[in-house]
């Protein structure tokens, strides 16, 4: 089984058909009609409402009289709970506006958008590859908006010091950077880290990272037969014979003590705080961190770059995409769809770069590059970002973690706790393989 992304685009979701209903174009309500129907409909999503009041008001659909949105923004871990529920009781929304790590779990509530309203040659040519991951051979299932793709934070000052001028860009950069920055007193207690990897419990996005490393070596994670069955790949070796044991290798070696790159423990509270403080060179978070991190610390002297890279390997960065899916529930799906045409458009994703903390995906935007500083990295980012199909987010996160721990505590070596991460993983995916 070829063991890459391709896998996943090419038989996503043949069970579709049990699990949604098509959309297929009505000429009367195609976009560029020259008078727009009212259209109103309620969305949920994760984003901040204010965020997606400067998306509306972007678009000039905030002052349109003929459509009236009304936004809820709820908290992720309890999003898919409260959809439920609403739905069940006849007051859920119309539109969910979405992370991919969503769409799984979300799969039978919402609708797919047929090849007749929304082509795929039209979804590829607008948006970047890693947004595949809502497309499908039946057609779209939401329409991306953004993506928040993992980046490394770098503190100037620390790097200056120790005689470097700019960041790492390959992990053999960073196992060079690292014995040169990193200062510890007599007992080992270190004061200046140089990079948050290693352990598993004060590493927020330890799931991110991993996901980059294993996506680096061309391993997918998740991927799925033309029958539609979906399955980890994790324990599989990659393209140059390389495994996921060999990056779980590379993340835990900066936590063990007998290594020369040994620099973080479980002493500090979290990689975020120990940046933020000053205290860590080399940060790994996402890129809509940007605004926190400025707020936490207004005097910290940093700057952001591309995720280091594998010297042989795939250039990758795992992140979160963002997309629109209309639930099953909803009337006037055509209606609601232009809309969300509208709100996916070229003009949008400029304002998504200029206004929001997030990245765009429209290709168009992305080719014009950005003034600023940071989203020029975050536009990098952009296009060499990759996702997976998640079977719970939650429940993925943890078992990531424990490939960490048992690796640290001394429980398994790396390559059995793949193959347990691996078995964790394809129980969760059962409940999808119909």
Not at 282 to 303: A, C, E, K, V
Not at 411 to 432: V, Y
Request: charged residues 15%.
């Amino acid at each position: 089984m070829d063991n890459t992304f391709q896998i996943i685009l090419m038989g996503v979701f043949l069970l579709a058909a049990l699990a949604g209903v098509v959309i297929f174009a009505s000429p009367g309500l195609l976009p560029g009609g020259s008078e727009r129907p009212p259209v109103s409909f309620t969305a949920w999503g994760e984003w901040e409402a204010e965020t997606f009041e400067q998306l509306l008001d972007a678009t000039g659909i905030a002052g349109d009289d003929n459509v009236t949105i009304s936004y809820r923004s709820v908290a992720p871990d309890q999003f898919e709970a409260q959809l439920v529920n609403a739905l069940a009781r006849g007051q859920g929304p119309d539109v969910v506006l979405i992370p991919h790590t969503k769409l799984l779990p979300l799969l039978d509530l919402i609708t797919v958008i047929g090849e007749d309203f929304f082509p795929a040659r039209q979804f590829r040519d607008s948006f970047v590859e890693g947004s595949e991951i809502f497309l499908s051979n039946q057609g779209v299932y939401a329409l991306p908006v953004a993506v928040d793709p993992l980046v490394m934070y770098w503190n100037r000052d620390i790097l200056t010091e120790a005689g470097y001028t700019t960041p790492p860009v390959t992990w053999d950069d960073v196992a060079t950077y690292v014995p040169s920055i990193t200062n510890s007193d007599n007992t080992g207690n270190i004061s200046t880290a140089g990079i948050g990897l290693g352990t598993a419990d004060n590493i927020f996005y330890i799931k991110e990272i991993l996901s980059s490393l294993f996506l680096q070596i061309n391993n997918g994670i998740v991927g799925q037969f033309l029958d539609g069955e979906l399955v980890s790949v994790l324990s599989e070796a990659s393209a140059g014979n390389k495994s996921a044991a060999s990056a779980v290798s590379l993340y835990t070696q900066y936590a063990n003590p007998d290594t020369s790159v040994y620099t973080w423990n479980n002493s500090f509270n979290s990689a975020e705080e120990a940046f933020t403080a000053g205290n860590l060179a080399l940060y790994l978070g996402m890129s809509s961190d940007i605004q926190r991190l400025r707020q936490r610390n207004p005097n910290l002297n940093f700057d952001v770059a591309i995720l280091p890279q594998l010297s042989e390997g795939s250039s990758r960065v795992h992140g979160l995409f963002y997309g629109f899916a209309i639930i099953n529930q909803a009337s006037n799906k055509a209606g609601i769809l232009t809309i969300l045409q509208e709100l996916t458009s070229l003009d949008a994703q400029q304002a998504i770069a200029t206004q929001t903390n997030f990245t765009p995906i429209h290709k168009g935007v992305l080719a014009s590059g950005a003034r600023d500083a940071y989203k020029q990295v975050f536009f990098q980012s952009a296009i060499i970002t990759r996702a997976w199909l998640d079977p719970d987010p939650a429940a993925t996160r943890e078992i990531f973690a424990d490939i960490i721990r048992d690796v640290t505590g001394g429980r398994r070596n790396a390559a059995a706790s793949i193959q347990a991460a691996d078995t964790a993983i394809n129980n969760l995916l059962r409940r999808f393989n119909r």
